[in-house]
Structures are given as C-alpha cells and as structure tokens.
C-alpha cells in the first residue's frame, strides 16, 4: 500500500537538514521511515520542538501567531502533500471515530481561530459552496474539514460521525475546549505514542501536559 521510496525522501530530508535546526528538529516529526507511517505522535513532535524553540528564547511570545499561522500550516500543507503522494500509513489512527487520519492539533488551532467569530458557527461546515470554498484558506478548521471531504467519499456524518457532531455544538468555545480535553486522552496520554517521546531539560518527563498549557495560552 505505502510507497517504500519515502524511504530514500526521508533519507535525503535528514541529510539535507540546515544547521542549527538539523540537531534539535525531531526526525520522528516526518513519520516513521522504516514503517513508512505518519500520525499525532509524530505532530506531537513537531509541536515539541517549537515549544523547545520557545522556551530557549528562540521564538518570542510576539512570534506565536506566526508561528501556528505561518510555519505550523506550512508543515501541516508539507505532511499532506507527503501523505497523498507517498501513501504512507495512519499511526494510531481511531478510523471513523477519529477527527482526522493523520493530523489533530490544526481542528484545536482551527477552532480556537474562530471564537467569536460574528458569522461561521460549527454547522457553518456543511455549507461547501458559501463557506469551505471561500473560506478555507483564511481558517485552518474549515481547511482540515474541506480536505477531509477531498479525500473521504460517501456522506459526511458515515465517513467523520465525530466531526459532523461536533458541528452541532453550539459555539467555537466548546468545541475548542472539547479537543482539548480530547487531545489529552488521546495523544498525550496514550503510552504508544508517548513511549517515543524524548524528554529532557527542556521537557520534562514527568510533565506531559506541556503541549496542552501551551495550547490554552
């Protein structure tokens, strides 16, 4: 099923790597080369290393909105592109009762995006020619939703059941928060994907709700 020469791509990204980054960016960020996979785990890693980035005083407190705005949707952009041309595998994916195959953290930046917002409301998914058309480019929930629907066929509640009831909640606010508490339970609190996780003095092992502080600032 998977394509074996994301073998020889992930080959070449490492070695290609730019120094300073090439040392402290996780390799595991990119999927698994031998398995030829990709999932939250590997997300997790990527948001790792910028709360590393942050806590060294690399990234400043006035970059953050950049930093998921620019850099976190140019990885998510780079990481579905990889997943559709090398084919790799779902890690740890929940199938339908899943958000998404590969990816979870963009639906909690995405949907913490759009609190408050006047017009787009949770149901406001459904509208494919009004919303996802025009607006997934300026939202990353409605991007995650809109891709969603690219890459499953069938009706929307059979294929994402878990995403077409969350657009029945009433307000962003709950929705965001939900997610949260969900990417707790599910990512980092899930002993086969954390039992890869490097800890150190920047991350504590016993500290494993650093991504999730960080997600509510």
């Known amino acids: 099923y998977s394509n074996i020469s994301f073998r020889s791509w992930h080959a070449n990204h490492l070695s290609m790597s730019f120094s300073p980054m090439s040392s402290k960016n996780p390799r595991s960020s990119f999927g698994n080369a031998s398995r030829i996979d990709y999932g939250t785990g590997h997300e997790t890693n990527f948001a790792a290393w910028l709360y590393c980035l942050a806590e060294m005083g ?62 787009m409301k949770p149901k406001s998914i459904h509208n494919d020619d009004d919303i996802l058309d025009n607006f997934s480019s300026e939202y990353m929930y409605l991007s995650c939703i809109g891709f969603v629907k690219t890459v499953k ?14 657009s029945g909640v009433p307000n962003w606010k709950k929705v965001n928060s939900g997610l949260l508490k969900m990417y707790k339970v599910d990512v980092l609190e899930k002993v086969p994907i954390m039992h890869h996780f490097l800890f150190g003095w920047l991350i504590k092992w016993y500290d494993s709700s650093f991504v999730l502080s960080r997600l509510k600032a």
């Open 153 to 166: 066929k069938g009706l929307f509640p059979e294929h994402s059941p878990l995403l077409d009831d969350l």
């Open 58 to 119: 690399i990234i400043k407190e006035e970059d953050y909105h950049a930093v998921v705005a620019r850099v976190f949707v140019k990885y998510l952009e780079w990481m579905r592109n990889l997943q559709m041309v090398y084919c790799s595998e779902p890690a740890g994916s929940l199938g339908v009762w899943g958000l998404d195959d590969y990816h979870f953290l963009p639906f909690i930046f995405g949907s913490s995006q759009l609190i408050d917002h006047k017009y």
